[in-house]
């Protein structure tokens, strides 16, 4: 069973640029999250995909986007780079899952090991 | 802004000693969630507790959850060097969210 992947490891941008960053789910997992964790705080949630869309969205503006492909992979775009955009990047994937009725993909989530961003 | 706050903020024990972790949270939940991060690495998923569950135990891991008050609480008994890092709860919302708190750096002293 292949784990989270996460490319590219380290990345140098300057204010202005735009940036991709890639995930490769679990395998299995239908659902991708995508956190933003800034030095000694914890992960922020951005956002969230499920078959293809958004499913739930933190404080982020719209400048931070995504993609979930058809194999469940995922990117996380963020254009016009701000300094304080430097952090740790993590994707997470997880099943989602029905129970009574409610479908949930709140449960434990399986972290790639980062990307860190470092803008300039 | 995050949901979940941990207390304390850094912790530094001796070998051998237990470590406990509170966490403190503002709104209803599915379940909540442990997880450790050494140096600045991604996330390891501890152990998960329900919203109808009161005590969970894995290896040398308890915690507790108290709904009514809205907090948890991780003891990690026997600590060990490879224990040092970073521990964070996370609380899983019904708007299919999961929100981390700022977690506490957690040092074992040999």
């Known amino acids: 069973e292949t784990g989270v992947t996460q490319s590219p490891t380290h990345l140098i941008k300057t204010r202005g640029q735009q940036v991709t960053l890639r995930c490769s789910s679990q395998s299995g997992h239908n659902t991708v999250s995508w956190y933003q964790q800034a030095l000694g705080q914890g992960p922020q949630f951005i956002f969230q995909y499920y078959r293809e869309e958004e499913n739930g969205r933190g404080n982020f503006p719209p400048r931070f986007s995504g993609l979930q492909f058809p194999n469940y992979s995922s990117e996380l775009n963020v254009n016009a780079l701000e300094l304080d955009d430097s952090a740790l990047y993590l994707c997470a994937s997880s099943p989602k899952r029905t129970s009574g009725g409610y479908s949930s993909s709140t449960d434990t989530q399986y972290f790639g090991p980062g990307t860190r961003l470092t803008v300039l | 802004s995050q949901q979940g706050e941990e207390d304390p903020q850094a912790l530094s024990i001796q070998e051998g000693e237990n470590a406990t972790m509170n966490c403190s949270y503002k709104t209803s939940i599915n379940n909540l969630q442990w997880y450790r991060q050494n140096s600045g690495r991604g996330l390891v998923h501890l152990i998960l507790?329900?919203?109808?569950?009161r005590e969970k135990h894995s290896g040398r891991l308890r915690v507790t959850l108290d709904t009514s008050k809205k907090s948890s609480s991780l003891l990690i008994t026997a600590s060990r060097a490879a224990d040092t890092a970073s521990y964070f709860c996370?609380?899983?919302?019904?708007?299919?969210?999961?929100?981390f708190g700022k977690g506490t750096r957690l040092h074992i002293l040999p």
């Open positions: 996370a609380t899983g919302r019904r708007d299919d969210k999961i929100i």
């Open positions: 507790i329900r919203s109808n569950e």
